[in-house]
């Protein structure tokens, strides 16, 4: 069983940066592909990026240059650097865990985190 526990969103100003987290709980989380959702008012939940065991990364085009994906296994946890935000960036955001890296690209995941908002004004 794997505990996520997101932090860091808020409200900020179109062009500047937030650091999300993604604290996991167990002692396994080097095993596990970790990844980041959003889902704005009216939408459904989209796929952001994702990280390997091995750090491999991938996002989607819309926040490719801007965003990074990055995970530290002594501290169990995932960040997702959030640069040059632009409004269409509100969302809530989700990390995700999963020991497959296709499940959780495509939102299947077994594990998820409760969220944390994230307000882009312009």
């Known amino acids: 069983q794997v505990q996520l526990v997101e932090s860091g969103g808020g409200l900020v100003q179109a062009g500047g940066s937030l650091r999300l987290s993604c604290a996991a709980s167990?002692?396994?989380?080097?095993?596990?592909?970790m990844g980041w959702f959003r889902q704005a008012p009216g939408k459904e939940r989209e796929f952001v990026a994702v990280?390997?065991?091995?750090?491999?990364?991938t996002y989607i085009a819309a926040v490719k240059g801007r965003f990074t994906i990055s995970r530290d296994n002594a501290k169990n946890t995932v960040y997702l650097q959030m640069n040059r935000l632009k409004p269409e960036d509100t969302a809530v955001y989700y990390c995700?865990?999963?020991?497959?890296?296709?499940?959780?690209?495509?939102?299947?995941?077994?594990?998820w985190g409760q969220g944390t908002q994230v307000t882009v004004s312009s």
């Open positions: 167990g002692r396994t989380f080097s095993s596990y592909a």
């Open positions: 995700a865990a999963d020991t497959s890296m296709p499940a959780l690209v495509t939102g299947t995941g077994d594990y």
């Open positions: 990280i390997s065991r091995f750090s491999d990364s």
